[in-house]
């Protein structure tokens, strides 16, 4: 009973911050997760020229793959186990639902724009692996070499100091000390540890970009593109690529994108729960805070923020405070702002 009404407590004593706080709405608006202030540009530019939502965060995303933001989105960043760079995107229209999204994509650096090709030329959501590479040459996009310099020197420094991190548990030979190949282990130890992930996957090796715009009629566009965990076990698909988890968009109700250890975060809908709190009517920065508790219940140290925007244009963000995570730096872009604006929360 205390618990319950100390939660309900913190759950009022949020609500009101957020209230205190609550940013004026405008629209159109493009809010992104991160300090990529020229993937915010971009979508703002294409919406001034006169695009849709959905081009916009398609160049958007599109722009942090062309300049391999924090080297966490596009080419030439975390390599997997075996050295290469694969992608996962995902791209969502609020108005028809319609998702589109590639996991695992290789050799191909636009994944945000097979993603869209995904929605426009086939029935299907979600295309993984090689055969979303063959679907990118028909639909026109070059093979290319995702493998840079910097990725390559990522991946031998990996190699020389034995494999670690990793994401490997109960195999042989031990995981935390040595490389593979591995072999499972006689005995499994179920419990799973989810503090590790602060140490898997940090602040400084992990930057999805994630985005929302809505234009001035209130449709809601949203969109992520990632190069996923560095030292992902080949194969891996984080939280990006899917509905409900990297992003989700609906325009009677919001939009919102989230970034962190998606293997965490993608149990939780995180961006389908975000808006359905604000379809609820709750202030956006309020659904992002009450997503991030949900999930710091079962993860206390996970490494997440998400970002939230209702359908009147009014937005907010959140993020779980850890050790060398304490703020969450996100863009946003609306007719009161004269350019992108960096603007920061401090991690609950
Ligand atoms: C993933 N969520 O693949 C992505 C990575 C990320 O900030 O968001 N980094 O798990």
């Given at each position: 009973m205390a618990a319950g009404g100390g939660a309900q407590l913190l759950v009022v004593a949020l609500q009101l911050a957020a209230a205190a706080a609550a940013a004026p709405a405008a629209l159109p608006l493009v809010v992104n997760t991160w300090a990529f202030g020229k993937a915010t540009e971009t979508a703002w530019r294409i919406l001034q020229m006169g695009g849709s939502e959905l081009d916009a965060v398609e160049k958007g995303c599109g722009q942090c793959e062309i300049d391999q933001c924090d080297g966490s989105?596009?080419?030439?960043?975390?390599?997997?186990?075996?050295?290469e760079t694969t992608l996962d995107a995902m791209i969502m229209d609020g108005n028809t639902m319609e998702v589109g999204a590639v996991a695992?994509?290789?050799?191909?650096?636009?994944a945000i724009g097979v993603a869209r090709k995904v929605t426009e030329h086939?029935?299907?959501t979600l295309l993984v692996g090689e055969s979303a590479s063959l679907f990118a040459v028909r639909m026109g996009f070059p093979y290319e070499d995702l493998t840079t310099p910097k990725s390559l020197s990522v991946y031998s420094e990996w190699l020389n100091q034995s494999c670690q991190p990793n994401y490997w548990k109960n195999v042989v030979p031990d995981s935390s000390k040595s490389c593979g190949p591995y072999k499972k282990a006689e005995?499994?130890?179920?419990?799973?540890?989810?503090?590790i992930s602060q140490r898997r996957i940090s602040v400084h090796n992990h930057d999805t970009i994630g985005m929302i715009v809505i234009g001035e009629s209130g449709t809601i566009a949203s969109g992520t593109s990632t190069n996923g965990g560095v030292h992902k076990i080949p194969g891996r698909v984080g939280d990006s690529p899917i509905p409900g988890a990297g992003a989700y968009a609906d325009s009677t109700a919001g939009g919102a994108a989230a970034t962190g250890d998606g293997d965490i975060m993608m149990r939780f809908l995180p961006s389908y729960q975000a808006v359905e709190y604000m379809r609820m009517g709750t202030d956006p920065t309020v659904a992002c805070q009450k997503v991030i508790s949900r999930i710091q219940k079962y993860a206390p140290r996970f490494f997440g923020a998400v970002i939230c925007a209702n359908a009147t244009g009014s937005y907010g963000a959140a993020c779980n405070k850890i050790p060398g995570f304490t703020q969450f730096h996100f863009m946003v872009y609306s007719p009161l702002l004269s350019q992108p604006s960096e603007q920061v929360v401090d991690c609950i």
């Open positions: 989105v596009g080419y030439g960043g975390s390599p997997d186990e075996s050295g695992d994509l290789r050799r191909v650096k636009n086939t029935k299907h005995k499994v130890i179920c419990k799973e540890d989810w503090t």
